[in-house]
């Protein structure tokens, strides 16, 4: 009933509006004298005018549903459509004249007038509710005290556009927040310079910030923070150096949310600025991706993911959620990890249907029992052991998990009749020269394999390189590192290395996902993303270091470790891509090995057996199978892990 009141009061107010217009504008023009219709009556009076013309008018803001329209969110199309309420009623409201009595009593400019004035005052008022609701009339108010300078929140320096800096003033004025005062708009573009953002002065281009900063310090307004409305890697003329000087200064540097975060913040007026970070030096361009294919995939699917509270896992779980995904089944071994990602999903999504597993996936019969209860449709395999050092000293650890626990997923995804299941691997698989390496170039294969007759399950493989900011890679260590006073540690002066973000590779294996549901054909696909150059291990030290604003940090190069290699690969001896989307790419093997029971039985015996020479020798002779460098021997037929 409340909402019912207000939409009539906002068809009465306009009708009030109408009739008053019509009022004014027929006193401006004076009127013709009073004759008598053709029918010997009297011509109308203007009371009956007036009512004639705001009843008309309320009737027309109904056929547009004006009701339904915030005023404190009036905008353009809104003026357009009062427009078009002025003249209809206006036109129609002649012809009712004319046919009552030829409208003699009706001046003529009023037939001008009054839909102006209708469309000032409609426009009028819903500016002036709009203007209160931003607070926008405070800048009629005279100069502020010095008093009330003092209180003012802390300077912030937008650095951006001028289209998002609109945006973000915007909401800052609808939200009411006081956190920051922006003093003034950095463009990239030097033909902006000196244009003004809802009061707020483009003082200059990014490329003169620091004569910017310079400026603002001399009028006694030096920033407390810079807050970055674009992704940073689009900002020309940033640079590790640059923002860590700024940060020594004592400067805050903030960003609004990612693409892969906005939605995560649904129902928020004003977006949480957060700190910037190197990852987002570091990373690509946003990639448009086909989010209607992945949203029909996933939507109302129930989706289990291992390896949940890792950080491919996790950030697998939360954009997941954002698609609506019908239920979630995560699977873990490590107790602590578990608990973060389920209890933030439960924060952040506490609509969505969840089911923590506490499970290691090198129990066959365990996860065979646990998939048909939870019947995944959708099969997301990310557990794995990947410290290359770390697996190099535990070989049987790492065959145990990542190949046997690779195939133990594998057939319990055929069991329960899931649509899809894929693979998470990496570019250390290709020539591998460690025991990580050898073992997820197994995996790849063994998904590979899994293809075939008297099942529906697709299967596929995403292959790519190192992960920004995840557990154990480089990022945190230096930031460790760092944080410690140094020394930062690098094993060779030309090592280099393969990187994305995590949302960024996350998505890909989305969209890699959704693209292997497209076609006819049964066959495990392995994908490949787009990983772009790579980067010098040395030069990601550097920036860091220069990024954290100190400048007594050292550099040591301590020589490279077991297993370890200088530069990484994406493509194989034998292998070959095509593109199949955009940043997807398939990878096509010339390998004729079909990895089989029987070629995993001894190489599980082994490593259970903690047999760590034979391991790594059984491990690497396999692979070489894979890859051609041998002719592959006749597998004995055994069951793996006692299915």
Not at 339 to 357: G, K, M, Q
Not at 365 to 374: D, K, N
Request: proline share 5%; net charge neutral; aromatic share 6%.
């Amino acid at each position: 009933m409340q909402r019912m009141a207000l939409r009539a009061q906002t068809i009465l107010l306009d009708a009030l509006i109408a009739a008053a217009a019509f009022a004014a504008a027929y006193m401006v023009a004076p009127p013709r004298l009073h004759g008598l219709a053709a029918n010997g009556l009297p011509s109308l009076t203007l009371i009956q005018l007036v009512v004639l013309y705001a009843a008309l008018a309320a009737s027309f803001s109904l056929l547009f549903r004006r009701e339904l329209s915030p005023w404190r969110y009036t905008s353009i199309p809104d003026a357009v459509v009062l427009m078009r309420v002025a003249v209809l009623t206006i036109g129609v409201f002649l012809v009712w004249v004319f046919v009552l009595d030829r409208a003699r009593g009706l001046p003529r400019p009023t037939l001008f007038l009054a839909p102006l004035f209708q469309m000032t005052g409609s426009m009028g008022i819903r500016i002036l509710r709009r203007a209160l609701h931003e607070h926008a009339l405070g800048a009629f108010a005279p100069l502020a005290s010095l008093g009330d300078r003092a209180n003012q929140a802390p300077p912030l320096l937008l650095i951006g556009p001028p289209a998002l800096a609109d945006s973000y003033l915007r909401d800052v004025a609808r939200s009411h927040d006081r956190t920051y005062s922006p003093v003034g708009i950095v463009a990239a573009d030097q033909r902006d310079v000196g244009h003004q953002v809802r009061g707020v002065c483009i003082i200059d281009s990014l490329d003169n910030l620091e004569a910017a900063l310079a400026d603002l310090r001399r009028w006694n307004r030096y920033p407390r923070a810079l807050l970055f409305l674009d992704e940073p890697t689009r900002l020309k003329g940033l640079t590790a150096g640059l923002l860590g000087r700024l940060k020594n200064d004592g400067i805050r540097l903030l960003r609004l949310p990612s693409i892969v975060e906005l939605s995560q913040h649904d129902g928020v007026t004003l977006l949480p600025m957060r700190d910037i970070n190197i990852e987002e030096l570091l990373a690509r361009d946003p990639i448009q991706l086909d989010r209607s294919a992945i949203a029909s995939l996933v939507r109302g699917r129930r989706v289990l993911v291992t390896g949940a509270g890792g950080s491919i896992g996790a950030e697998l779980c939360r954009q997941l959620a954002t698609f609506e995904c019908g239920h979630f089944s995560l699977l873990d071994y490590s107790e602590t990890a578990l608990f973060e990602i389920e209890r933030e999903l439960a924060e952040t999504f506490p609509s969505a249907t969840r089911r923590a597993i506490l499970c290691d996936v090198r129990n066959a019969a365990r996860l065979t029992s646990l998939f048909q209860e939870e019947q995944p449709d959708l099969v997301f395999h990310a557990a794995a052991l990947k410290h290359v050092s770390m697996v190099e000293r535990h070989p049987c650890e790492g065959v145990l998990t990542n190949v046997v626990g690779t195939w133990n997923v594998a057939e319990a995804a055929k069991s329960c009749g899931a649509d899809h299941m894929v693979l998470i691997s990496t570019d250390k698989a290709v020539d591998p020269t460690n025991v990580m390496g050898a073992t997820k170039r197994l995996a790849e294969s063994v998904i590979r394999a899994q293809q075939g007759s008297g099942h529906t399950t697709r299967f596929a493989a995403v292959r790519f390189g190192n992960v920004l900011g995840s557990a154990g890679s480089v990022v945190p260590i230096f930031k460790s590192q760092i944080e410690r006073g140094g020394p930062v540690t690098v094993t060779h002066p030309e090592m280099e290395r393969f990187f994305m973000t995590i949302p960024e590779a996350t998505q890909l294996v989305l969209h890699a996902t959704a693209t292997n549901t497209e076609g006819e054909g049964r066959d495990a696909r392995l994908f490949l993303l787009e990983m772009g150059a790579p980067v010098r291990i040395l030069d990601l030290a550097r920036q860091m270091v220069a990024l954290s604003g100190r400048r007594d940090i050292e550099i040591e190069v301590t020589g490279l470790r077991p297993g370890e290699k200088l530069t990484e690969a994406l493509l194989d001896e034998t292998e070959r891509s095509i593109r199949c989307a955009p940043k997807v790419m398939e990878v096509i093997s010339a390998s004729a090995l079909r990895v089989t029971a029987g070629h995993l039985a001894e190489l599980q015996r082994l490593a259970e057996l903690g047999e760590v020479d034979e391991v790594r020798r059984a491990l690497f002779e396999l692979v070489a199978q894979i890859r051609g460098e041998k002719p592959g021997a006749a597998p004995a037929l055994r069951v793996v892990a006692n299915r």
